[in-house]
């Protein structure tokens, strides 16, 4: 599993905590609404409503910090900071970082999601 040491422990924290089944929802969920969020935020960094942008921002850093995904957090915090100082083109190249970070964590995530619903069956 290709996960940073951090996230291993973060997750493995959850499953204590909550549960395999609540956090293998959750990271079904993630992985499957992550994309489709970023490209809502991509529409959304491109107009005039400040406010639903920051709203739609906070909420996935919500998300990405809700899992411990602190990599992911800071990055969506960043794009959420975005939404009045810098140019359309500039929160979109943030929402680029985010979704690239995505990305790098998304197989061992699906990894350790395929492992965790692996030892409910």
């Known amino acids: 599993m290709n996960l940073p040491p951090e996230i291993q422990t973060g997750l493995e924290g959850l ?3 909550l549960g395999k089944t609540t956090v293998n929802r959750a990271l079904q ?3 499957r609404d992550f994309p489709v969020q970023i490209q809502e935020l991509r529409r959304a960094a491109d107009g ?3 406010a639903e942008f920051k709203r739609m921002a906070h909420n996935l850093k919500g998300r990405c910090g809700m899992l411990g995904l602190k990599p992911l957090r800071e990055r969506a915090y ?3 900071l975005s939404h009045q100082g810098p140019t359309a083109g500039q929160r979109q190249e943030l929402i680029t970082e985010l979704e690239a970070h995505f990305h790098t964590l998304s197989t061992g995530l699906a990894a350790y999601q395929n492992e965790l ?3 409910l069956a």
């Open 15 to 17: 499953v204590e905590e």
């Open 117 to 119: 619903a692996t030892r």
């Open 48 to 50: 005039k409503d400040h």
């Open 29 to 31: 969920m993630f992985l």
């Open 78 to 80: 960043a794009v959420e």
